[in-house]
């Protein structure tokens, strides 16, 4: 006779055929939490986050940051090829020539060696995939990654990070630009390791650039309101930054 797909081991209907012995009859009716147990015993792999990040892998592809060359010129020559390379199309950049006429003559000033400068630089987070394709396509090293990685917020518009926000912060020795070149050096110079750090006279020229803004943001408001804020060509710069941020957006959001 055929045998009945529902029979069991010893013909009874209903009845477990899976053998086994007492000692697996006895422990079946816990059997289940097995793995709850063997896990109680674990390593325990909670998270204390955001109060202790977990430290990256070193060459983990976080927030980008623009270099800095010792004196504090900035490394990034506004040539787009970070731009072109990148597969999001999360990046704008647009370079300016550097203007080496004084700036009481109307001169723009010098940002960084060389012939160009990049004027407008934005990296959109909401598009970027941190691929790390445009760091690798930067010919001066201005442009690498960072190991911070907590880019979120509600509001889109300020996950647009700005040419402020991306330049590395000033180290000891370092000038805020624009401020002419280390005399007597090349752009190549710079990138030969031959500038170790500001010269005097750079620093005298900054000084000088310094005391001149505040002597124009005193004349234009006056002693009696002395906090008042003069946008100077940075924050005009930083204005122009937004514009295109938005026209960007809107053009193909
Ligand atoms: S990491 Fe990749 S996606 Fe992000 S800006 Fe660079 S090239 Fe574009
Ligand atoms: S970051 Fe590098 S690749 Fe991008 S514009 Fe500046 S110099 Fe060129």
Redesign the pocket.
């Known amino acids: 006779m055929a045998d009945d797909a529902s029979s069991t081991s010893s013909g009874k209907p209903g009845e477990d055929d899976r053998g086994g012995g007492f000692l697996s009859d006895l422990f079946a009716p816990v059997a289940g939490f097995g793995v709850s147990f063997s896990t109680m015993f674990r390593k325990v792999a909670t998270e204390e986050y955001p109060e202790k990040p977990r430290p990256t892998a070193p060459r983990f592809h976080g927030r980008h940051q623009?270099n800095r060359h010792p004196d504090g010129l900035e490394?990034?020559?506004?040539?787009?090829?970070?731009?072109w390379a990148c597969p999001a199309d999360a990046?704008l950049?647009e370079?300016a020539d550097n203007d080496d006429t004084p700036l009481e003559q109307g001169g723009k000033g010098r940002f960084s060696p060389g012939e160009r400068y990049?004027r407008v630089?934005q990296i959109n987070y909401l598009r970027c995939i941190f691929c790390g394709l445009?760091i690798e396509?930067?010919?001066?090293r201005?442009?690498t990654m960072t190991n911070f990685y907590e880019l979120a917020d509600n509001d889109r518009g300020k996950l647009i990070f700005t040419k402020d926000q991306l330049l590395a912060p000033l180290q000891s020795g370092m000038l805020p630009p624009p401020f002419p070149m280390v005399d007597g050096l090349e752009e190549r110079d710079y990138y030969q390791g031959k500038v170790t750090t500001s010269t005097d006279a750079q620093r005298a020229y900054v000084g000088a650039r310094d005391a001149a803004a505040d002597d124009e943001s005193a004349s234009v408001h006056g002693p009696g309101n002395p906090g008042a804020a003069v946008p100077g060509e940075h924050d005009v710069a930083h204005a122009a930054d937004f514009t295109a941020a938005q026209t960007r957006e809107g053009a193909n959001p």
Do not use: Q, R
């Open positions: 623009l490394k990034c020559v506004g040539c787009e090829l970070c731009a990046i950049v370079g990049g630089y445009c396509a930067c010919p001066t201005a442009l």
